[in-house]
């Protein structure tokens, strides 16, 4: 099991409708004060240039958009979906089911993110474990959009708990050849999808083993309700990640997830970026990092 702090410089950047939609909260829907101190610093080593570059010499997995049933919603939804370089229905993979942003959709991590060059040099450098990305639309509704007020997203974003979990994940596993154990299921998302896979992730123990939380937002449910048990998560769970950078404006949910891990006592790696802001930058560093850690023996 891990337990680290990362902590590296970075830039400045952001959709500004995000800023100014969580800005606009009441104070009493963000988190109290941490109650334990954050734990000495453990750094990652920085994403080598070019990390998240194409990279013209080496194989190339597949981005396909595809569309699935879903009765929780009842209509047919669409996700995006990454199989790695030499995928095939011989072999059994594992999946990592990859949220997006309050103002994003199933096309938001593939525009700005961009995890299919990151896990193509990732596997081209024998870094990662071959893996299925599943990139959902997390806003599971009829006809709300991202250009909807938030008051009308929000319940839609809460819906999309039995969306992935009846409709999404079964499609999947029917549709694509993957192990269907909780070991090999991982969830992580950024700002509202990172309080999306907190939320979900930690709520359903038996259905993930590895989740990541990646500038979360103040959808993540408060720390003491996040951990009803903390001895099933430290028994459970084989990775659990609390990233942000330390000039986000949204830091201090972060921090205080951390504190209560700590204070709990459960295992989990807590990743720090000085100067990190809410963008893109932070979110595709946390995702190398993160991926190169799921499907193996936290041992190794």
């Known amino acids: 099991m891990f337990r680290f702090i990362r902590k590296r410089p970075m830039d400045l950047g952001f959709a500004q409708i995000v800023v100014l939609t969580l800005l606009a909260l009441p104070l009493s829907e963000l988190h109290a004060q941490s109650p334990t101190p954050p734990s000495s610093p453990i750094a990652f080593m920085s994403p080598p240039q070019g990390f998240d570059l194409p990279r013209e010499s080496i194989a190339h997995g597949k981005l396909e958009l595809v569309e699935y049933d879903s009765t929780t919603v009842g209509i047919r939804r669409k996700a995006r979906v990454y199989t790695p370089p030499g995928y095939s229905s011989e072999r059994k993979y594992p999946v990592l089911y990859l949220l997006h942003g309050i103002g994003g959709d199933e096309n938001e ?3 700005e993110g961009h995890p299919e060059v990151i896990l193509d040099n990732l596997f081209a450098d024998l870094k990662v474990v071959p893996m ?16 909807d007020p938030i008051p009308q997203q929000s319940p839609a974003f809460a819906a999309f708990e039995n ?19 909780r070991e090999s299921r991982a969830l992580a998302g950024l700002s509202m999808g990172g309080g999306q896979s907190l939320n979900f992730g930690l709520g359903h123990l038996d259905t993930f083993a590895w989740v990541g939380g990646f500038s979360s937002a103040p959808n993540t449910k408060r720390p003491e309700e996040l951990l009803p048990d903390a001895d099933e998560a430290t028994r459970k769970l084989k990775l659990l990640y609390v990233g942000c950078g330390d000039k986000d404006f949204l830091f201090k949910i972060s921090q205080d997830v951390h504190a209560l891990l700590d204070q709990k006592k459960v295992p989990h790696v807590y990743n720090v970026f000085p100067g990190g802001q809410h963008d893109f930058r932070v979110w595709k560093s946390d995702l190398y990092h993160f991926v190169q850690m799921l499907f193996r023996d936290p041992a190794l």
């Open 163 to 181: 969306d992935l979990l009846i409709d999404l994940i079964p499609f999947i596993e029917k549709t694509y050849s993957v192990r269907s154990d």
């Open 132 to 147: 299925i990305i599943v990139l959902p639309n997390g806003r599971a509704a009829r006809d709300v959009t991202s250009r």
């Open 109 to 111: 991590w593939a525009r």
